[in-house]
């Protein structure tokens, strides 16, 4: 398969922990990157690798990976992090990137 | 400090072809300078990427979209040009040029967007 699946929202109570998950067949071969999207804004990379975060990217982020489905776990959710979270990988034969539909966080 | 910007026309009309231009600053398409991307998205709707040009001249597409794209670069003046033939209102979107790290697979900075528009 070529393709990402992501749950299209999910919600958690401010100061609780949110995982949001990704499925996908390329995820056997390669980790997900996780992108961050507010209203109005371009993307931003909060997750790469098997669990590194860009600079400025809070260590309440983090990622892991289980056999086709990775997932950001966010711990102790805030407020901001309210937003469009979108995973995305290489394909198998790494020629091209996939994104996922996108799952929309809200926090409560 | 990297930054891009995309430009190009607001509005097309059905049929024309789109070009689109991404200025670049703070690296170089030029020997192990990594590649910019172009990823679309349509209002309210997800991510699409498009298509990808390294700094030496390789290029990726998009399988559901190659016939219609052509991306290349202009390391000189620090651009990267992206176009889109045969446009139609499902076209739609905002596009996004992105920066990608030499030998990662994540699109690190990102352009503001332009949003395109395809009517008649």
């Known amino acids: 398969s070529s393709e990402l699946t992501q749950d299209p929202a999910v919600s958690v109570a401010l100061g609780q922990t949110v995982r949001i998950t990704c499925q996908g067949d390329?995820?056997?071969?390669?980790?997900a990157l996780w992108y961050q999207q507010k209203p109005g804004q371009a993307p931003a990379l909060v997750m790469y690798?098997?669990?590194s975060r860009p600079s400025g990217i809070p260590d309440r982020f983090s990622g892991s990976t289980s056999g086709n489905t990775a997932s950001l776990t966010i711990t102790g959710a805030q407020a901001e992090d309210e937003a469009d979270y979108y995973c995305s990988s290489r394909d198998r034969t790494d020629k091209y990137w996939m994104f996922g539909g996108g799952t929309r966080l809200t926090v409560l | 400090q990297i930054t891009l910007k995309e430009s190009g026309p607001t509005l097309v009309k059905p049929t024309q072809t789109l070009t689109l231009t991404c200025s670049f600053s703070g690296f170089s398409l030029t020997t192990g300078g990594g590649g910019v991307g172009w990823i679309r998205q349509p209002p309210g709707k997800a991510l699409e990427w498009l298509a990808l040009i390294y700094w030496d001249d390789d290029q990726h597409y998009s399988p559901s979209l190659r016939s219609r794209l052509t991306i290349t670069r202009d390391s000189t003046n620090n651009k990267v040009i992206l176009t889109m033939t045969d446009m139609d209102p499902v076209d739609t979107a905002t596009y996004y040029c992105a920066h990608n790290d030499f030998g990662a697979h994540y699109f690190d900075y990102w352009g503001q967007g332009a949003l395109v528009t395809v009517s008649s």
């Open positions: 690798g098997k669990h």
């Open positions: 390329s995820l056997r071969t390669y980790y």
